[in-house]
Structure formats: structure tokens, C-alpha cells
């Protein structure tokens, strides 16, 4: 299958042995992970990269996640590998992964209260649900071109020649969505437990 999505729950604290294990990664994962000061967000960001460690795992028999790189506008990419496209998103207590050969972009969001004045810069959120389903749609197409997000407020672009975005069902709460171009978004989400993606660390 050209394009795989995958999430998982981060809803749970790390153990001391569990965080070191999470933080075996390449220099350029590394910094990032700790410049994440919040302990919460940096366990969701560290599950976000074991997740993709366990699919890379699954899909091209990778052990470990190669050097990352980031372009200009901030989109990271594998240098050594530019065929293996790939997008991350972390939320407080779940993580999505999308890996493709073509540019992907994929967003997670636990619903929670907004406020009605940020509400209303979405002409079509009149729910906190429509709201967070608007926010990933526009989050996800702009990590799919790396235009940054920005580019999609306080108007949205209609969509390009050949995208498609699609909602995606993960976890009750939370708003999902992925973006992609050419291609088709899988009707389904593969879900892993963290216990996966951390025995995944011990292959």
C-alpha cells in the first residue's frame, strides 16, 4: 500500500527506563525531542517518533530512524532517503504517523474548549468538533506542501489539481485528518499500543 497511517495513544507517563530507551535516536531527533521542555509533550513527541520507528520498521525493515533534515520551510525529510515521505503529528495523549512515496501530510487533535471569538475566524465552525475537524484539514495540507500553516488563514485555498484530504476515525475525542496528492488516503487507521512501539526499540 503506497500510503500508511498509523496513531497511537501517549496517555500514560513514561518510566525513567522507557524515556532513556525513547530518546536512542540520531543527533537531529534527539535536539528536538529535548527542546520540548512541557514532560507531557515531549513523552507525545517521543511517541510520535517511536511510532514512525515502528512502521518504518514494518514497511522497509529499518532498526532505527535515519538523520533527519528539515527544509526551509521547516518539513522534515529523510536526506539519504528521498523516495520515503513522511508527516508526524502529537497531540496531548495520542500521535499519527502517515509515511508515503509522495509528499503526505497528516494532523491530530484532542477536541477541548475554544473560545466562541477564535471560533468564528472558521465561517463553517459551529461546533468545537467542526472547529478541530477544520484546524486538521488546514494543518494537514500545509504539512503535505510545507508551506507552512499560515498560508492557510484566515482563508483556506481550495484544494489543488490531484489532492485529496480525508477525515480519519482514531480515537474518540480527538479530531484526525491526513492529506495527500495523486493518491488515495486509506479507509483505515492502523493503531498500535505504546507497549509496540516500545518493544519495537528492542529489535
Given at each position: 500500500?503506497?500510503v ?15 524515556t532513556?530507551a525513547?530518546?536512542q ?17 515531549r513523552?507525545d ?8 520507528r ?25 536526506p ?22 509522495a509528499p ?50 484566515p ?26 496528492q ?22
Amino acid at each position: 500500500m503506497d500510503v500508511q497511517i498509523w496513531a497511537a495513544r501517549s496517555d500514560r507517563p513514561l518510566t525513567d527506563r522507557e524515556t532513556e530507551a525513547m530518546m536512542q535516536l540520531p543527533e537531529t531527533w534527539r535536539e528536538h525531542a529535548l527542546r520540548t521542555r512541557d514532560a507531557d509533550k515531549r513523552r507525545d513527541r517521543l511517541c510520535a517518533y517511536g511510532l514512525l520507528r515502528l512502521v518504518l520498521g514494518e514497511r522497509y525493515h529499518w532498526r532505527d530512524l535515519p538523520p533527519m533534515a528539515r527544509a526551509s520551510c521547516g518539513k522534515p525529510y529523510f536526506p539519504d532517503y528521498p523516495a520515503v515521505q513522511f508527516s508526524l503529528s502529537h497531540t496531548d495523549g495520542a500521535v499519527l504517523v502517515g509515511v508515503s512515496r509522495a509528499p503526505i501530510g497528516v494532523d491530530i487533535e484532542r477536541i477541548r474548549p475554544i473560545r466562541g471569538s477564535v471560533m468564528r475566524r472558521f465561517g463553517e465552525a459551529d461546533t468545537t468538533e467542526a472547529f478541530f475537524q477544520s484546524w486538521v484539514r488546514r494543518e494537514a495540507r500545509s504539512k503535505r506542501t510545507g508551506i507552512g500553516v499560515t498560508a492557510m488563514f484566515p482563508a483556506e485555498p481550495p484544494l489543488e489539481a490531484g489532492e485529496r484530504f480525508s477525515l480519519l476515525e482514531t480515537f474518540p475525542g480527538y479530531a484526525a485528518g491526513a492529506a495527500v496528492q495523486y493518491t488515495e488516503v486509506p479507509d483505515t487507521v492502523c493503531k498500535a499500543s505504546l507497549e509496540q512501539i516500545l518493544n519495537a526499540l528492542d529489535r
